[in-house]
């Protein structure tokens, strides 16, 4: 599914990986901030969100290992949206 069909989703979940303080610096509106080494704690938190839950950082390298191993972990209907800034214009269309 591309990345603009997930984000007009009404139940999706924004997850931005990346640190609290760089999360501080800017974000996208409502998504929620879960940095990536906090992830793997978090197993049954995830797979709990309303999906689907589109994963973002600063590149979307981070995020591409969050999904990968919250994919394997069992957590469905995840998908790595890449640099917060690309989630935020896709959202904005």
Request: net charge negative.
């Amino acid at each position: 599914m591309d990345l603009f069909e997930l984000l007009k989703n009404e139940t999706v979940q924004i997850v931005d990986v990346r640190t609290e303080s760089e999360y501080q610096d800017g974000h996208v509106i409502n998504s929620r901030n879960i940095p990536v080494d906090q992830v793997p704690n978090l197993i049954e938190e995830f797979k709990n969100m309303s999906k689907p839950i589109v994963l973002c950082c600063a590149s979307g390298s981070r995020s591409g290992m969050a999904t990968e191993y919250l994919s394997s972990a069992g957590v469905t209907e995840i998908y790595n949206g890449g640099s917060w800034k690309n989630v935020e214009l896709q959202q904005l269309k």
